[in-house]
């Protein structure tokens, strides 16, 4: 299925390349200044998979942290869920990264590289969506798994890691998926504070070539294979997982 | 039968409310080690509370509840010493479905008893031979039938050695074929001398094994007595009300 979807997108692209308003030189691998063109492209792709991979597992655990209280039934606890969830979902990706990039070292004092105030401002605003992906998670676990857990007097922790959170993972596996997808796609804003990820290597080139047409569709073809690959990744996940309490 | 020791289980004047609605009022009971109790009644009429106030699953309002020479408050040392000593099996079985059966087993005596793994599948192994399931070992719950799920449910909660053990309607969510193995383990389990308090409609059970039967209503015990009293001749309306209408249909 995938390797069908390719070969039409390929096609596609290609026989839009025969119109005479492409210019595909810039990017043929023939070439040599075509080849470097995509190879300078192509070297975006590890700090954009880097970006996406620390932030996403930054804001899964902070997520889980947040969505505990979340649970509590103590009304401070919850207070402080719903006011982080809902601060914290309100700021636009791209503002909350130039804040942590150029607002957050003079409040603080300390420098930040484009890395990692990338993958703060994406952990940290990824974090509320996940914090609530977790809660809905958890509140779908039968209440009788609690009491059974409580009758042998499993502890709270122990509770959450054996009982509760492996099956809520399972249920939630789908929705985690769908955040990192969504993470892949946000890293590109990363770009605006000088990140050399995919989207910043397209841009650059766009301005020393003046093909925006043909390097952004490239862009666009990275963007899709990385998706692909998360999503069969994600699928595969799930299935392991379901085989294995089938 | 009773002895003349104190008992294991005192209830004093205990009160549990839900809301506005209380299920149960001014509840007094004692339990001797080694009893044998049946607890039947209409339903609502708080019979799975007060068995669930025991392990503080539920934390009653006032009164006074002391199992084993310990007074129940929410505090978590004794919430550990309780439920340590009491085991529960549940009428939807409650089983972990991510967990093997033998999984299910060892998870307590693991992570609160602090057995190796070794000993833990031993002693898991041990009370799936006596529930007659060692076959079903490494087998998810979701694969076994509702009568041996049960069963399962029961040797997890004998995998903590409790020396008091509460079931809830351990039988009402079974088909009717899977009622008697059930039964079966609980009245082995019985004879052992395991102190128990069932909720049960199960009255054949009630007259085989039970030494005392508590009879509720609106969240008050109604009448206790032995079945073989209680059967013959209840002291209340309401009760020989309630056991002619589950006897004769």
Known sequence: MMKRLFSFLTLGVLMAGCSGNWGWYVVNPATTSGYNNLKFMLSGAIYTIQLSVTAILISVIVGLLVALPGLS???????????????????????????????????????????????????LSDSAFEAEIFRAGIQSIDKGQYEASQSISLSYSDTMRYVILPQAIRRILPALGNQLVYMLKMSSLVSVIGMQELTRKANELVVSEYRPLEIYTILVLEYLVLILIVSAGVRY?????NASAA | MTSQTDPIIAMRDVSKFFGDFQALNDVSLDIAL?????????????????????NRLEAHESGQIIVDGTTLTGDRDTLDKIRGTVGMVFQQFNLFPHLT???????????????TEK????????????VQIPDQANKFPRQLSGGQQQRVAIARSL???????LFDEPTSALD???IAEVLDVMTELAQSGMTMIVVTHEMGFARRVADKMVFMDKGEIVEVGAPEDVFTKPKSERFGQFLQQILNH
């Open chain 2, 176 to 178: 009717p074929e899977m």
């Open chain 2, 34 to 54: 080694g009893e044998r109790v049946v607890v039947c009644g209409p339903s609502g009429s708080g019979k799975s509370t007060l068995i669930r106030c025991i």
């Open chain 2, 159 to 165: 995998c903590m050695e409790p020396r008091i053990m």
């Open chain 1, 237 to 241: 996940l799930e299935r392991r997982l």
């Open chain 2, 119 to 130: 000993d833990a599948n031993a002693r898991g192994m041990k009370y799936l031979e006596r």
């Open chain 2, 101 to 115: 059966v033998l999984e299910n087993l060892t998870l307590g005596p693991r992570r609160v008893l602090g057995l």
């Open chain 1, 73 to 123: 039934e103590k009304k401070g606890w919850r207070a402080f869920n719903r006011t982080y969830v809902e601060v914290v979902r309100a700021v636009p990706i791209l503002v909350l990264i130039l804040w942590v990039y150029y607002g957050l070292p003079t409040l603080s004092g300390i420098t930040l590289s484009v890395f990692w105030a990338g993958v703060i401002a994406l952990a």
